[in-house]
Structures are given as C-alpha cells and as structure tokens.
C-alpha cells in the first residue's frame, strides 16, 4: 500500500473539505510531508511558509501562515482519531477503494476546482471510468419535490440515460432520488449515474434510500470526500455540491425552494464556468421558486427536455435540438387585407362582391384580388356567382 494513498486517507480526516489551508499545505508541501507537519512530526520552513501564504493570496483566502499556524490548533483534537490502514480496510470490506489525484481512475474534470479539489475520493461502485465532463450532466432539486418535479425529472433522468449520459446527484431524498432511480431504468452508459454524499459511504444516508444506494453502487458510483463513518453534517452537504457541479458538464435545477441548496450547487457550477439549466414550473409553486430566480437573474437557461439539456451540454455546433416543429395553420402567411377579407366571408350562405367591399371595406379590385387567392389556398368557394367561406378553413 503507497505511502501517498495512506497519506492522503489520514488528511481527509484530519482536515474538513474545502479546508483552504490545509489544501494548500498539501498542494505546496505534498500529502506526505503536509501529514508530517500537520501532525506535528515536522515543521514547514520559511521558505515553505512563504510559498504557502502566496498560494493562499493567489486563490483569494486572504490567509497568511498565521492562518496555517491556527489550522495546526484546529486538527490537533482529531491527530489521535487518525487510522488511515483501517479506514482503507473498511472500503476493502466494502467492496470499495480510495482514489487519488494520481490514479488512473481520478475524474479530470475535478482538476477545475484548482485549490478546492478534493485530497482523495472513497468510491463504492463499479470500478470503472467515469465519463469525460461532455456526457455527464447533474440533475438537483429539493427534497420535498412535488408530483411535478418527480414527474419531470424521471422523464430528463430516463431520456438521459438512453442517449448515453450520466447523471450526477447527490443520493437525496425527493429531485435526486427520483434522478437516480430514473437513470438506473434508463442508462445505457458504463456509469449510469453518480450519488456524491456528504457523509461516510460505508453507510447510506439518507437510510429511506438505502436500496436505491445500493442498487447505484451495483450499477454506477457513490463518492465522497469525507472517509468513512463521517457524519453528513449540513456544512458538507454545502461542501459536497461544488462535487456535484464539477462532475457534470450541465447542472439543471428542475425544482428548487427559494433557498434550496441547489442553488448552491448552481453556484459553484457557474463559478466553474459550467452550463446552468432550470426548469420553469407554477407561478404558484413554491417549489418551483429557486429555478425562476435563477431564469430571472439570468443565471440559468431555461430547459424543457432532455434534447436542450444535450445541446447545453455538447461542444459548440454540436448535439443541437431539433427545432420544435408545428402543422402550418391555413392562415399563415396571408396578407393583412385577405385576413380582413376571409373574416368578412359567410360560413353558410354566399355573398356578392359589392357586399364584400362594403363588409371588408376594402376596394372591388382588392375583393376581386384576394378571393382569387383565397381560392386558390382552398380557403374560399364560389357558388351560383357567390362567395363564402370554404368548410375546411372554420
């Protein structure tokens, strides 16, 4: 077992996701020699303290080594906590592994995070590549979807994952439920779908969705950045979102609450210059609040269907929705005049031209012209050296 690996298991506990200085710390110093320092088994030089500081400056942290100095305080409680070789022996038991920045299995697309990629990732699931940014897209909502939302997601989810797409969630009760059942029915990718959780994956949060979980860890992927028997406190679910958003190419909302967390998830994909979609819903709904938020701020596209997620979702001139397609109505492209004209036509009993000119108030020439073409269209017919109105144009 690498030193790296073993070195970074013990850091995902020792420090909190997103935790600026202790990412920096490993980014500048190495998982190994950061483990060292921040167990107190060695101390980092000035030189060491410099490149650090510049690093936290250059991500906008406004943190010196003084901020390290007190990080150092922070994970001192839980130095005694750390049994790396045990956490990585539970996910062996479990049937999963910890990856790592320098696997093969890692998801490049996490790269974009810059200083806020994540140490490791402890993975359940098939072991298996995850798809490139380009077919992955992240379906959220709220937890308390209505009919509507179940109704519009499992459609996206299912019609998804039957073009070949993976769709990313977060394990939750309600939108990403409903995204994850869905995409297992549907998905024809290696990875169907993909639950980030903001817990341990040695055990199933939230436990309603435990059999849906599990039927993900057989099919796709459950991942976290915490290791396992690491409670899903609110603040990681907040952390594990930017996950979520950095995984797929696409973050739509179908149903969010004003306040929704996946506005957050919204957020950090916009922040990653990533493609955001909403789904519009009720005026009357507040669960449908967040997304026309999102639509009104210009923050998000708005989407119906699975092929304008596509599209999104495609490189540019790619994948494009095929333009929406309609029965031409008779009437198009009629002039305003034969408009007026069809309007002053009986529908039962033929009129004259004169009475035509008075009714429409328009020219004898004008009435003469436009019955002509009207009757050509089929819109118009003569009768006994009348006119009405043809039956097929009511």
Same mark, same amino acid.
Request: net charge negative; hydrophobic share 45%.
């Given at each position: 077992? !690498?030193n790296?690996?073993?070195?970074? $298991?013990?850091?995902?506990?020792?420090?909190?996701?997103?935790?600026?200085?202790?990412?920096?710390?490993?980014?500048v110093?190495?998982?190994?020699?950061? %483990?060292?320092?921040?167990?107190?088994?060695?101390? $980092?030089? &000035?030189? %060491?303290?410099?490149?650090?500081?510049?690093l936290?400056?250059?991500?906008?942290?406004?943190?010196?080594?003084?901020?390290?100095?007190?990080?150092?305080?922070?994970? $001192?409680?839980?130095?005694? !906590?750390?049994?790396p070789?045990?956490?990585?022996?539970?996910?062996?038991?479990?049937?999963?592994?910890?990856?790592?920045?320098? @696997?093969?299995?890692?998801?490049?697309?996490l790269?974009? %995070?810059?200083?806020?990629?994540?140490?490791?990732?402890?993975?359940?699931?098939?072991?298996?590549?995850?798809?490139?940014?380009?077919?992955?897209?992240?379906?959220?909502?709220?937890?308390?979807?209505?009919?509507?939302?179940?109704?519009?997601t499992? !459609?996206?989810a299912?019609t998804?994952?039957?073009?070949?797409?993976? /769709?990313?969630?977060?394990?939750?009760?309600? =939108?990403?439920?409903?995204?994850h059942?869905?995409?297992?029915?549907?998905?024809?990718?290696?990875?169907?779908?993909?639950?980030?959780?903001?817990?341990g994956?040695?055990?199933?949060?939230? #436990?309603?969705?435990?059999?849906?979980?599990?039927?993900?860890?057989?099919q796709?992927? /459950?991942?976290?950045?915490?290791?396992?028997?690491s409670? &899903?406190?609110?603040?990681?679910?907040?952390?594990?979102?930017?996950? =979520? $958003?950095?995984?797929?190419?696409?973050? /739509? /909302?179908?149903?969010?609450?004003?306040?929704?967390?996946?506005?957050?998830?919204?957020?950090?994909?916009?922040?990653?210059?990533?493609a955001?979609?909403?789904?519009?819903?009720?005026?009357?709904?507040?669960?449908?609040?967040?997304?026309?938020?999102?639509?009104?701020?210009?923050?998000?596209?708005?989407?119906?269907?699975?092929?304008?997620?596509?599209?999104?979702?495609?490189?540019?001139?790619?994948?494009?929705?095929? &333009?929406?397609?309609?029965?031409?109505?008779?009437?198009?492209?009629?002039?305003?005049?034969d408009?007026?004209?069809l309007?002053?036509?009986?529908l039962? #009993?033929?009129?004259?031209?004169?009475?035509l000119?008075?009714?429409?108030?328009?020219? =004898?020439?004008?009435?003469?012209?436009?019955?002509?073409?009207?009757?050509?269209?089929?819109?118009?017919v003569?009768?006994?050296?009348?006119?009405?109105r043809?039956k @097929? #144009?009511?």
């Amino acid at each position: 077992m !690498d030193n790296e690996r073993i070195a970074r $298991a013990a850091l995902s506990r020792l420090m909190e996701p997103q935790d600026a200085a202790g990412l920096a710390l490993v980014q500048v110093a190495g998982a190994q020699d950061a %483990l060292r320092i921040a167990t107190g088994q060695a101390a $980092a030089g &000035p030189a %060491l303290e410099q490149e650090i500081t510049g690093l936290l400056a250059d991500n906008g942290q406004g943190q010196s080594w003084s901020g390290v100095t007190a990080a150092l305080k922070r994970w $001192a409680p839980r130095i005694p !906590d750390l049994a790396p070789e045990r956490d990585l022996a539970t996910m062996a038991r479990l049937g999963g592994r910890l990856i790592v920045p320098s @696997d093969d299995l890692w998801p490049e697309q996490l790269r974009d %995070l810059g200083l806020q990629e994540p140490l490791c990732l402890w993975w359940r699931g098939v072991e298996q590549q995850l798809p490139e940014l380009a077919r992955s897209v992240a379906l959220v909502g709220s937890r308390d979807s209505t009919s509507y939302g179940a109704s519009v997601t499992g !459609d996206l989810a299912y019609t998804l994952g039957q073009r070949g797409y993976t /769709v990313v969630s977060g394990g939750a009760y309600g =939108i990403d439920a409903h995204a994850h059942r869905a995409a297992l029915a549907g998905g024809t990718a290696p990875v169907p779908t993909i639950a980030v959780m903001a817990g341990g994956v040695d055990r199933f949060y939230p #436990s309603g969705n435990e059999d849906l979980l599990r039927a993900v860890c057989n099919q796709g992927a /459950v991942l976290a950045e915490v290791p396992p028997g690491s409670a &899903p406190t609110r603040y990681r679910f907040l952390q594990r979102n930017r996950l =979520i $958003a950095a995984l797929a190419a696409v973050t /739509v /909302v179908v149903e969010a609450r004003w306040r929704s967390g996946a506005l957050n998830t919204a957020h950090h994909a916009e922040t990653l210059g990533r493609a955001v979609a909403a789904v519009p819903g009720s005026v009357h709904s507040a669960n449908s609040a967040g997304c026309h938020r999102l639509l009104r701020d210009g923050g998000a596209v708005c989407v119906t269907d699975a092929a304008e997620i596509v599209e999104l979702a495609s490189p540019s001139g790619e994948g494009l929705a095929e &333009p929406a397609t309609a029965r031409a109505a008779e009437h198009d492209g009629l002039t305003l005049e034969d408009l007026i004209l069809l309007d002053a036509l009986p529908l039962r #009993s033929t009129t004259s031209v004169e009475k035509l000119c008075a009714v429409a108030g328009l020219s =004898i020439d004008s009435v003469r012209a436009g019955l002509g073409r009207l009757g050509l269209l089929g819109l118009a017919v003569s009768e006994r050296g009348g006119w009405k109105r043809a039956k @097929d #144009s009511v």
